[in-house]
């Protein structure tokens, strides 16, 4: 009895692979010919423009990527409500467009930690789920991903 | 003289009568954290690194979508061109209406292919995607 046991045993510890995956999650918008085109005022966007070279343009000032996180919490700051635009060159590395999606969940992600301190006196990851969806309500996420200008 | 080795007077083996009991646990616990769903995978890449990463809980509920270095894309166990896209995922979210896509995609691609595969994820309603990326520390 022990032996099949065994066998079977050996046969699922190699077949098992305990990886988990990891990533950045989105949730895409409705196709655009569904969608009404909501006009966004200048004021109230953030808009990160990134060339080929991973050069930054984040509101008409030219940057670098390890600085948009930084940035980007300066201007949250002072308004909650502002939109992260993000738009990239079709030629731009995937590695740069990560770096700088990374940087903007920075960006939130010290607004969230300086949120629960103030309101919980606790760092973000002591929350309990319902403090941590509290804070996610308080600092919402909102960054966009602008429409491309040509698609196959 | 005659010499005698001191000895207990206890069984000096180990019980092994709750062995099986024991390989069974193991057993049991190894079948139900298995999934027995592995991918070919084709196209050859590297993956970027991010700090602001979430884990996947539930993998039975995950997609791939791989591109590789080369610009080619695998979708399960097939490499398909990028219009095609639209119909797998349309299908995919048929079948598991809250089915995420995993992008893997190689750090050099360009976002071009990126930004074509997410119009054709769009068109077919699989909204929910994740991009695949390593720890950074």
């Known amino acids: ?53 991973g050069d930054v343009l984040l509101d008409d000032e030219v940057t670098s990527v390890p600085q948009i996180h930084e940035i980007v919490a300066n201007k949250l700051r002072v308004n909650k409500k502002l939109i992260v635009s993000i738009k990239v060159d079709r030629e731009t590395p995937y590695r740069v467009y990560i770096a700088t999606l990374d940087e903007i969940k920075q960006a939130y992600n010290i607004l969230r930690e300086e949120f629960a301190m103030e309101t919980f006196k606790l760092p973000l990851r002591n929350l309990t789920k319902q403090q941590m969806d509290e804070v996610r309500e308080a600092v919402k996420q909102s960054i966009s991903i602008a429409e491309p200008e040509r698609t196959r | 003289m005659k010499f005698k080795k001191k000895q207990a007077s206890t069984k000096q083996s180990v019980p092994t009568a709750s062995l099986p009991d024991i390989i069974f646990m193991l057993l049991i616990f190894f079948m139900v954290s298995t999934v027995l769903r592995e991918f070919d995978v084709k196209v050859q890449f590297t993956l970027p690194a991010a700090k602001q990463i979430e884990k996947i809980d539930n993998k039975r509920i995950v997609s791939y979508i791989w591109v590789g270095r080369d610009g080619r894309v695998q979708v399960d166990d097939n490499l398909v061109l990028i219009p095609e896209i639209q119909n797998l995922a349309a299908r995919k979210r048929q079948l598991i209406p809250s089915v995420i896509m995993s992008l893997r995609i190689d750090e050099g691609s360009k976002m071009g292919i990126v930004t074509d595969i997410q119009q054709q994820l769009r068109k077919g309603d699989a909204l929910r995607i994740n991009y695949s990326t390593l720890m950074k520390l």
Request: proline share 6%; glycine share 4%.
């Open chain 1, 1 to 53: 009895m022990a032996d099949i046991s065994f066998l079977l045993l050996l046969f699922f510890l190699v077949t098992t692979t305990i990886d988990v995956d990891t990533g950045i999650g989105l949730v895409l918008p409705p196709p655009a010919e569904d969608t009404e085109i909501v006009k966004v005022k200048t004021q109230s966007l953030i808009r990160v423009l990134v060339n080929v070279a």
